[in-house]
């Protein structure tokens, strides 16, 4: 696993793509200066396990939201990663959702050292 990830900054993927990091596991990917980008516009999801992409990408399907789970191709961190298609909303609900948790985890290894 990648040890650091910046969060928040944004950074070219090449062919008019940028990406930024919304949490550790939260990619968003956009196409900022091409017409009618928003419909480009993509997230990826990192998973340690598949059963745990799989259970999340349940619930996004739930919700009608348009995705694939795939082995990791942009999240290399990852060995899986769910790619949501356009709705950069949800990325955005659940990196602060992932962040949430990271910030509890160190508050807990502060606590226990």
């Given amino acids: 696993m990648m ?5 928040g900054r944004f950074f070219s993927m090449g062919d008019g793509r940028v990406g930024q990091y919304l949490s550790t596991r939260v990619l968003s990917v956009r196409t900022p200066f091409r017409r009618y980008s928003r419909s480009n516009d993509v997230c990826y999801l990192g998973f340690e396990k598949l059963s745990q992409a799989q259970k999340f990408a349940q619930s996004l399907a739930s919700s009608g939201l348009r995705f694939t789970v795939q082995k990791s191709q942009v999240l290399t961190q990852f060995p899986y990663e769910i790619k949501l298609y356009g709705d950069t909303e949800t ?9 949430k ?11 226990a050292a």
């Avoid at 040890?3 to 969060?7: E, M, R």
């Fill in 101 to 111: 948790d990271h910030d509890r985890a160190s508050q807990r290894s502060v606590i």
């Fill in 91 to 99: 990325a955005k609900r659940l990196a602060y959702w992932d962040r």
């Fill in 3 to 7: 040890n650091f990830v910046p969060v």
